[in-house]
């Protein structure tokens, strides 16, 4: 017999959590992916930016080329460990705050903070002040992804978790081509007097103005709420999630199934991570990071650098972002329909091995490649990186205990950041020192490591509970 909203268990972890994952996918369901996804948007914003924000400077006179920059370094290097540093410090330092004070206020609070401290950023003319301000506004970012990650495993019935997870995706990407077609049409002009590249800055600005009408519309998630305690509260804010999906669902719910407990202890700390089953785990992840960072961001934030110095005009290169920008936010949805029918782990490798493969590809292109054939290469790039990103995503958030999940998917993803940190410097010497061509050979080395990292590590965990996974 079918159970209503009104004829559910006593308030308990297992409960919450089984109530949570026999949820059917209505329009309520996916309006709450979507508002969730509004967040990391500005994430991956912050992020697209960062290349064409370079190149817009070192125009502009304020960043410089070669050794002149800061602290005798290239300036595009010192900006883009800037960035990571603050994403770094985000996660490292901030993450375990969303534990703490819950999903829904850390959301709010890491937006408000990226919003407001890029718009400063944006009002800035000496190199050093643009990498501070870059620095403050990516520590909101790194405590932003975190937050949503873990927000939306949570909310997400395990049946669609995987498609959540790319719906989501795609529409955090549609950033990407925002980007690439704002620095298009500003960059190059001054619009009312103000350059281009401070426009760019000023966009996140909006984020800020919509961001409480967002929150009024969140729930906090349940799972968090009943593991720390909160019983009645995640009995009562799972009831009205109930009452909205039943209403549109039209018929009574499905069963509430039997989830097992999670094996996490009440007050569970950082030294949960490094017991069985969570060390492994927490050891993949972070060999994971370390040389998936480099790929993924080796690509992403140095296309147009590698390109121009491949002798492909400032403007041609701009072209090409602009197209390659659209295949983020296009990919997801495709991989949507396999999201939840394949396991995770084997669409981490899938795309880590297709970026490697097109991303070698690319190192034979020229400012004489056919503009297709180049665009094709780079599209099968960038769709390997995109099916990664929206697995391992998914993944990571899915391998530890709802007590811990901030905080050690912070701990994890940090090393993400402090990879980039140096690899951004590494990058720029093989560069220097070997041309595109050596450095393409980095970025595809660290996507195969990435590959048989999670192929022979990695757990599985598709189609099964957040509480079963934990507790496996």
């Given at each position: 017999m079918?159970?209503?909203?009104?004829?559910?268990?006593?308030?308990?972890?297992?409960?919450?959590?089984?109530?949570?994952?026999?949820?059917?996918?209505?329009?309520?369901?996916?309006?709450?992916?979507?508002?969730?996804?509004?967040?990391?948007?500005?994430?991956?914003?912050?992020?697209?930016?960062?290349?064409?924000?370079?190149?817009a400077l070192l125009?502009?006179?304020?960043?410089?080329?070669?050794?002149?920059?800061?602290?005798?370094?290239?300036?595009?290097?010192?900006?883009?460990?800037?960035t990571f540093a603050g994403l770094y410090v985000g996660v490292i330092g901030f993450s375990a705050v969303a534990d703490?004070?819950?999903?829904?206020?850390?959301?709010?609070?890491?937006?408000?903070?990226?919003?407001?401290?890029?718009?400063?950023?944006?009002?800035?003319?000496?190199?050093?002040?643009?990498?501070?301000?870059?620095?403050?506004?990516?520590?909101?970012?790194?405590?932003?992804?975190?937050?949503?990650?873990?927000?939306?495993?949570?909310?997400?019935?395990?049946?669609?978790?995987?498609?959540?997870?790319a719906v989501s995706a795609s529409i955090q990407f549609l950033s990407a081509p925002v980007v690439a077609l704002l620095a298009w049409l500003l960059v190059p002009h001054a619009l009312f007097g103000v350059a281009g590249w401070r426009w760019l800055a000023f966009v996140p600005g909006v984020g800020a103005l919509m961001v409480w009408w967002v929150r009024r519309a969140l729930p906090e998630s349940p799972r968090w709420l009943a593991a720390h305690g909160r019983g009645a509260e995640a009995d009562r804010v799972l009831r009205e999630i109930e009452a909205r999906v039943a209403r549109e669902f039209g018929r009574p719910l499905p069963d509430v199934g039997v989830a097992p407990p999670s094996p996490a202890p009440e007050h569970a700390g950082f030294g949960l991570m490094w017991r069985p089953p969570y060390r492994r785990r927490t050891v993949v992840l972070i060999i994971f990071h370390i040389f998936q960072t480099v790929g993924f961001f080796g690509f992403s934030n140095w296309l147009p650098t590698l390109l121009v110095s491949q002798g492909v005009t400032l403007t041609r290169t701009l072209a090409y972002g602009?197209?390659?920008?659209?295949?983020?936010?296009?990919?997801?949805?495709?991989?949507?329909?396999?999201?939840?029918?394949?396991?995770?782990?084997?669409?981490?490798?899938?795309?880590?091995?297709?970026?490697?493969?097109?991303?070698?590809l690319l190192a034979t292109m020229t400012q004489h490649s056919n503009f297709v054939v180049y665009t094709l290469i780079g599209a099968a790039a960038a769709v390997g990186n995109?099916?990664?990103?929206?697995?391992?995503?998914?993944?990571?958030?899915?391998?530890?205990?709802?007590?811990?999940?901030?905080?050690?998917?912070?701990?994890?993803?940090?090393?993400?950041?402090?990879?980039?940190?140096?690899?951004?410097?590494?990058?720029?010497?093989?560069?220097?020192?070997?041309?595109?061509?050596?450095?393409?050979?980095?970025?595809?080395?660290?996507m195969v490591v990435v590959a048989l990292t999670i192929g022979l590590f990695g757990p599985r965990t598709s189609g099964c509970s957040l509480e079963e996974i934990s507790g496996r």
């Open positions: 079918n159970a209503a909203p009104a004829a559910v268990s006593p308030p308990a972890d297992a409960s919450i959590a089984a109530r949570l994952d026999r949820l059917p996918a209505t329009r309520y369901v996916w309006w709450l992916v979507v508002l969730l996804s509004f967040g990391a948007f500005f994430e991956i914003y912050d992020l697209a930016l960062s290349a064409p924000l370079s190149l125009a502009a006179g304020i960043f410089h080329r070669g050794s002149a920059g800061l602290f005798g370094l290239t300036d595009q290097a010192t900006f883009l460990a800037a703490r004070f819950g999903r829904r206020p850390i959301f709010t609070f890491a937006l408000v903070w990226y919003a407001v401290a890029t718009v400063v950023m944006g009002l800035q003319t000496t190199a050093i002040a643009v990498d501070l301000w870059r620095f403050v506004a990516s520590v909101g970012v790194g405590l932003e992804l975190v937050a949503i990650d873990c927000y939306l495993a949570e909310l997400a019935p395990k049946t669609i978790r995987g498609r959540a997870f602009l197209v390659l920008a659209l295949v983020p936010p296009t990919a997801p949805l495709a991989f949507a329909l396999i999201a939840d029918r394949m396991e995770r782990k084997w669409l981490i490798v899938a795309g880590a091995l297709t970026a490697a493969a097109f991303g070698l995109s099916l990664m990103s929206l697995a391992y995503h998914t993944y990571q958030s899915e391998l530890f205990p709802t007590p811990i999940r901030a905080r050690a998917v912070g701990f994890v993803y940090s090393f993400s950041r402090l990879s980039a940190i140096f690899s951004s410097f590494l990058i720029a010497a093989i560069l220097d020192r070997t041309g595109s061509g050596g450095v393409f050979a980095l970025i595809a080395g660290s």
